[in-house]
């Protein structure tokens, strides 16, 4: 589980004339993320998305609040270790993830710098490789690959260490629709048939609405939480704070604001169905 | 107008490991229109666009915009740099002026303009792209990610280009500086209609909403071109290069294949709602 408990977080600034300028980013954060859960967050950009992932794996500790993995303390640096063995973080471009001249040594890295016996590395790098799809491209170079496998790499070289928690801060920002759907189908799978626990950080609104559940962020704060389903109901909130929400999830609002008896959908399948029982009922 | 003749481009050609990235390509984009370049990862968009303004030779072939052939060694690259602004990925990382306003006066400077004439440019490249005067003594840095990118894009369109290439111009944008920047063409569009607006999006529903013309690309040539209507009715073709077709678009075509009247070419949430609301009404269809 992770916890995070009223976490407060400022950026420190010095100015050219020697003042400190403090801007605070969280402010007041609690969220908790269970076992097996698959929670995306959603936020304008600067909204803080970014510095809570950091908190989820010690990179950055709270200024206030705590901070908890499996009731470890990220202000424990005793425990740091253990706590990023845990959670691991893919970020956005695919490119600054790779270490390596080779696919497979790049996945091998992770496991190596904490000491993994040699064949226990082989296994975790295959079958890494295989649950992402790589597995015919091992010996390939990264800079030979499109930005969806490179991103896939990145996936396989965290899930390497074999972490309870994956964190992914706009994994997909940079890729193009089928990148964009390898990568996510591929965190689904994971979390179905590995119970890997996900969180997804995202522009893309229709990524969010594949989630469990999403958090919304606004200026450091958290301002929804609920089940994607609850969450797009929200249309006016989240367009209010310059967010969005799937274009099934729009279609079907505009039509209900027409007069019409559509219910609240989020995908195009649950949208392409509500319209035509409308349909049906009226013929 | 830009024609693209025959253009191959080679990486490292004639070095061990070279790689081709463009394929014999052949374009004509006309004066004024706004074009949406898309194709998947690698499929050669920036490599294309990098030839408009001559900063890579190609390795055969020719472009000529406005009747310059910008691929010519011979041609001025000072010159060809005036005619077609190039605004690179995530350019907002290229930002290194002290203040906003220097940061866009700095292509104009360059251009040897009088002071009057920079400060007129700055002005109104900053209202095109929605920066305020307020901001003109802010430090870059002190700005969002979707203001610095339209800085960084004001820059460019301050030197006054006729031909304007993006490239993923709105990548890793929020949904609100998506818009923003989606806008900013559209306005652009308005009030410079001469102006040609190429950029490249991975994203169907922005292309839907502020192109005119589509330019598929696909392993390094051109797979399609076309109107919008024209390209994104073949949404299977574009999912088997690994692109899409809007939700409005994948909703519609559904309700269309289960025998449903609507009519063809659906492309926005606007358009699409309007068609779909008089089906549940019972209207005849009206195709407007
Ligand atoms: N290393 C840093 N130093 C100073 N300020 C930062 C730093 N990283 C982020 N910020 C500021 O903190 C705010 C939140 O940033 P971030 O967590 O990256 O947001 P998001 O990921 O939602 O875009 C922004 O105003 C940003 O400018
Ligand atoms: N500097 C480079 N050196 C070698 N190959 C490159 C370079 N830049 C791009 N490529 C290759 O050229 C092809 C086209 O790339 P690019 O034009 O960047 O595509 P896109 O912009 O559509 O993603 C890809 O296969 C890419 O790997
Ligand atoms: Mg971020
Ligand atoms: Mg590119």
Redesign the pocket.
Known sequence: MIEIKNVSYC?H?EEADGRINE?K?LNNVSLTVHEGEFVAIL????????????HMNGILVPETGDCLIDGLSTRDEKKLLEIRSNVGMVFQNPDNQMVAAVVEDDVAFAPENLGVPSEEIRRRVDECLKIVGMWDYRRAQPSRLSGGQKQRVAIASVLAMEPKYIIL??PTAMLDPKGREEVISTIHRLNRERNMTVVL?THYMEEAASAERVAV?DD?EIILDGTAREVFHEIEILKNIGLDVPQATELAFMLREDGFNIPHVITVDECVQAIAEALEVKS | MISVRNLNYVYGAGLPGSRQALFDINLDIETGDVVALIGHTGSGKSTLIQHFNALVPPTSGTVVIDGINVTDKAAKKSDIRKKVGLVFQYPEHQLFEETVFDDVAFGPKNLGLDEAEIKKRVFDACAIVGIKEKYFGFSPFEL??GQKRRVAIAGVIAMEPNVLVLDEPVAGL?PKGRDGILAMITGLHEQRPEMTIIFVSHSMEDVARVANHIIVMNEGSVAMTGTVAEVFSKGDELRGMGLAVPQITQITDRLRAMGYELPPHIYTLKYGERAIAALLRGEERTDV
Do not use: C, P, Q, R
């Open positions: 950026y600034k801007n980013v936020g304008h950009n600067g909204s803080g998305k970014s510095t809570l992932a950091k801060d706009e950080i962020m450091g | 969002s990610g929020d």
